[in-house]
């Protein structure tokens, strides 16, 4: 009697196990089926080209691989939530990818304090997260299972400074959105650098959504500075810019990453002659490089920019480790993760280093007529 209950039991587990990613008793079962993975970025909302071209760029890439065959013999499947540029919205959307839809590892997000929010949810329930471009240090101190595979700000704040001193940009005046944390950690790198041997004449701020920047720009002119660090994102540039050449402060400016958007392109005569620096160049001869230009031109018929680049990157990093974990197991994926090694990417070569970043090198891009020319290229 005793002997056919535990005989209907295990029949009843057996039926259950096949269908894969199901709970079982509160543990998911990964073994079967499409591999799962979340992704999430801002689609929509300020900064949507941030999350529609890393999103892009994500797909590419999970399109190359699936082609190929797959990892450990499965389709990998990309479930992607779109959290509006909002950083409460990226809680949400990594709960549900966790909870809902039981993935075993998450890529996102692009903005620093997007990460910063969600990367708390991932460490929480043990699932990796691998951030394409969150480039602010605290990111991957949240904890042992969130990685980036870009450079940090320590880096780039650090080439911005290096950059103002090389072209004898004696005084420097800085513009910080402090409702950022990617702008403020940025800004901080580059006072410690530049500070040292130029003068920053001027240290303004303003707060991510604002329309009026005149004050700000009216003192930053008063001080008569060579050139203005803008370290914000691409939403307020045109705006600023703007607002800037109408006051008659035509030095140049200059930015980070944050600066990189085919918007930025489009903003005419008042971003000509301004630099920022990057994660990658469309003119880098390398054959990763080219390689991933081509097969992105052909199925989105435009340039990518860097987000589009970092994203791919980050997707084909995640299915390497997936394959070298040999089991699509979140911390299996976790410890592969964290083993990554000499991985050759269209945003240079990624290692993952003790704190989980990546050291790569940065590139100054200059704007002119709507396009970017590569003015130097930084190593780590
Ligand atoms: N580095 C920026 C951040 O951490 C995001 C970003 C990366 C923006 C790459 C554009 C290109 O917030």
Redesign the pocket.
Known sequence: MRCAGIIILLALGLGLAPMGCKDKGGQRDHSTGDILIGEYGSMTGPTAT?GQSSHEGVMLAIEQINAEGGVLGRKIRVISEDDQSKADEAVNAVQKLINRDGVVAIIGE???KRSLAAGSVCQKYKIPMLSP????PEVTRTGDYIFRT?FTDDFQGKVGGQFALRRGWKNVAILTDVNND?SKGLAHFFRAVYGKSGNIVADESYREGDKDFKAQLTTIKGKNPDAVFLPGYYTDVGLILRQARELGLNVPFFGG??W?SPETLTLGKVVDGCFYSN?YSPEDPRPEVQAFLKAYEAKYNKIPD??AT?GYDAARVMADAIKRAGKADPQAIRDALAQTKDFSGASGIITIDAERNAKKPAVILEIRDGKTHLVDTIQP
């Open positions: 941030f692009v903005a620093s471009a969150s480039t602010n870009c990617y990453d944050g990189d994660h860097a987000m970092l």
